[in-house]
């Protein structure tokens, strides 16, 4: 089980056999060919490519000469933004995602599809995610497919700006929900696999240039999702997180800062904002003091490094953070009686009232407290209203009861002629 590999030794995952090459499924013809249409890599190894958006089309001008010319084509390309898979949006016409996945011939154009989908519009993931694992249980049905999912889902989160915490979101409710089970490990073993394969080169990924530092920086913010949404059940029936992507993190996080040039740091920042307190928490309970030592490897960092301002600005600012507790407040006073002593805001509630040159005095006033008094003893003989009008004193409804509710009879009269005429206009 995933609880047991957990404590096995071997860095962040427990060691594996390499990934197969995906097959292709039943069901699932054509994945090679689709994934070249798609620009996703058939293999785990390869490495991401952001999809081009094609050419901005020109703003159009108002043409003030009536023979003038545009330049402007009518076969240009739409425009689409960078991530997006155009191959899909003809299938995206209705608002529900499933009502249109019959026309899907593989497993790879459904997965897709449904990813694209989500990345447009995150909040149907609520309502679509049920009926999509309940398709997928029908459709992954070998352990080829499995691990293909597993891979378009990979690099969706990975290479899709914002989409890595949708994307830890539907790994944790795919590794609840799906029924395949097969020897070469669940759909949960199969992920941190896949993630391992990432993690081992991190060294190397760190010093690599921008465009692989890019990548492995996409794959470190989606482990720190995963970690803080991955949920296991433990031996008890109690719900944890993976303790062994905990330890990944840590790891992660001394690579990034073994090689402190700014893109670098400025992703440790990113993954201690989000995980920062998660981690901590974590670590005090086994008795350790790791973020001790993190935050002296930052303050090391902005003392040498070579970074720019900027970068060290930011780090200074994460340890401000830290220093307050993550931005979390606790209450660390007893309860005490408020007094006029103890709590400046005692008199906050208190009513307001006003002398007869117009001076404001209330309870906090000495000088008027029998006056104070005397004043708030009368109040009984008038409702108590907000300023918007809402009776508070429950004698509202009673003290409008009491107003008589007749006409005025000189208003009653111009009352009835203002009907009359009303009635005589309708009529014309």
Sequence with gaps: SAEEQQHQPGGLFPQQEPLRPPKTAPLGTGMAEHLQKTGIPSGSQDKVQFFDSGPEMAEPQLAVDPVATSNLSVKAPEFYPPGYNQNFSQNFTDSSFENRCDGYLTLAEYVQGFLNHLTEQPGCFETEIEQFAETLNGWVITDEALQELVELIYQQATSVPNFSYMGARLCNYLSHHLTISPQSGNFRQLLLQRCRTEYENRDEAT?????????????????????????????????????????????????????????????????????????????????????????????NVVLDANCSRDVKHMLLKLVELRSSNWGRVHGTTPHTEATPENDPNYFMNEPTFYTSDGVPFTAADPDYQEKYQELLEREDLFPYYEENGADLSGHGELYFDEIDDEMDPEIEEAYEKFCLESEHKRKQ
Excluded at 270 to 290: F, H, I, P, R, Y
Aim: charged share 30%; hydrophobic share 40%; proline share 1%.
């Design 207 to 299: 010093k690599g240039d921008e465009t692989t530092r890019k990548q492995f920086h996409a794959f470190v913010l989606f482990l720190a999702e995963l970690y803080l949404n991955l949920e296991i059940k433990g031996t008890k029936g109690q719900v944890t997180r993976a303790e062994i992507l905990q330890e990944g993190l840590r790891e992660l996080l001394n690579s990034l800062f073994s090689n402190p040039v700014d893109s670098n740091l400025i992703c440790a920042v990113k993954l201690l904002k989000l995980t920062g307190s998660v981690l901590e928490d974590a670590w005090k309970e086994k008795g350790k003091n790791d973020m001790e030592e993190i935050i002296q490897r930052i303050e």
